[in-house]
């Protein structure tokens, strides 16, 4: 049986026995899929990045060694067949389909191509800032709407915010939302899609759409083929675990995706990280097994927290923001100093740490050192 097949074969508990090994023991690829990437170097656990600590999948780790032959050569044929097989998947055209290095690229693109005087670029506060920061050589005002108290995106100011001045509006709509791991129900999204004059344009980014299990949110790629104001980004960074090799896309109507694709660099995406991603692409047992080891530890730590009496958020992701009790920066150095990196600062949240959740027997540690800090008087 081919390692691929024998993912797809097992079930989740089978899968999931003795966490974040995919193979036996003994299997030499299982090993080296499993050991590093947990760990910095200097051996602390990462908490920090919203990454995937599984690992890359074997199928992954197979078609990296078979694509380095291709290193030495332009990827524009596997770009074109890696575009195919996702809009395959999704059921649009080739020509719907934009690559980046990372989606973090494609939001970039987006931030580019929709920049005009006078232009508003509304988004929730807090909420990812990689498309803050490409703002700020463009054109836009900027403008943050405060999350609502059920740390919703607050849909009616942002709608106020974007067709408020008639002028240019980009949306970015981050669902779930990253810092605080919470969603924004879709019909309240999709109400005002529906509604919106051209031109708002709706930037949505479904990064960790692959771990909600809450039926009040779904993608919004139904309005592709309908609207050209919309653009549906997301990556093999989270539940494919494929992070460190950079691939995103996103998806739009042909006129939308050609316009983004003026602001592409040319020859992004590498050989390793199609191959990798082609492998990896509607893995069922590979999403299944990222799902149930993130379950099993999102369920210990919350249960920490609640023990604990920390406030936390509801999180529909592979990360929770919870209360610190204290200075995040002092917090974040103990944590270090036991071992843990955790969250980076999202004002205005500063007393609150983003967790990333890491394999279950990690989580196990952290949360035995949350009691020994709360021992100490620091949570
Ligand atoms: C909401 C969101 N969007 C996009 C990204 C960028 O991911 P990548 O460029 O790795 O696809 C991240 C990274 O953490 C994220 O949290």
Redesign the pocket.
């Known amino acids: 049986m081919r390692r691929r097949d024998f993912i797809r074969a097992g079930t989740v508990s089978g899968i999931v026995a003795g966490t974040g090994a995919f193979g036996a023991a003994s299997d030499p690829l299982a090993a080296l899929v499993r050991g590093p990437g947990r760990r910095t170097r200097s051996g602390e656990v990462r908490l920090n990045?919203?990454e995937n600590p599984l690992g890359i999948a074997p199928a992954a780790r197979e078609a990296l060694v078979d694509a380095i032959t291709l290193a030495n050569r332009y990827p524009s044929a596997q770009n074109a067949a890696m575009v195919s097989q996702l809009a395959a998947a999704h059921d649009v055209g080739d020509d719907q389909v934009v690559l980046?290095?990372?989606?973090?690229?494609v939001?970039q693109m987006a931030v580019q191509a929709f920049a005009a005087p006078r232009a508003r670029l509304v988004m929730a506060d807090p909420t990812?800032e990689?498309v803050t920061n490409y703002q700020r050589t463009e054109a836009y005002e900027l403008i943050k709407v405060p999350l609502t108290s059920d740390h919703e995106h607050d849909l009616d100011r942002m709608r106020e915010a974007a067709e408020g001045s008639g002028h240019p509006a980009l949306v970015y709509l981050?669902n779930p939302?990253?810092p605080t791991a919470t969603i924004t129900p879709s019909a309240a999204i999709d109400a005002w899609i529906a509604d919106a004059p051209p031109h708002v344009f709706f930037l949505s980014?479904e990064?960790?759409i692959e771990y909600v299990e809450d039926d009040r949110m779904w993608s919004s790629l139904q309005w592709i083929e309908s609207k050209r104001n919309v653009l549906v980004?997301k990556?093999?960074?989270?539940i494919y675990a494929l992070?460190g090799l950079?691939?995103?896309y996103g998806i739009a109507h042909p006129d939308t995706a050609a316009r983004l694709r003026d602001f592409a660099s040319r020859n992004n995406v590498n050989q390793l990280a199609i191959a990798a991603a082609g492998a990896s692409y509607g893995d069922e047992g590979l999403i299944m097994k990222s799902r149930e080891v993130n379950r099993q530890s999102r369920e210990m730590t919350e249960a920490t927290l609640d023990e604990l009496d920390l406030q936390r958020m509801p999180t529909h992701a592979n990360f929770l923001m919870h209360r610190i009790n204290g200075d995040l920066a002092t917090y974040r150095n103990r944590m270090a100093e036991a071992g843990f990196l955790v969250g980076r600062d999202f004002p205005p949240k500063l007393d609150w740490n983003r967790l990333s959740f890491g394999l279950p027997e990690d989580m196990g540690r952290f949360c035995d050192t949350l009691r020994d800090f709360r021992k100490k008087g620091w949570i």
């Open positions: 990045s919203n980046g290095t990372g989606s973090a690229e939001l990812y990689a981050c939302n990253n980014d990064a960790y980004v990556t093999f960074s989270k992070a950079r691939l995103g």
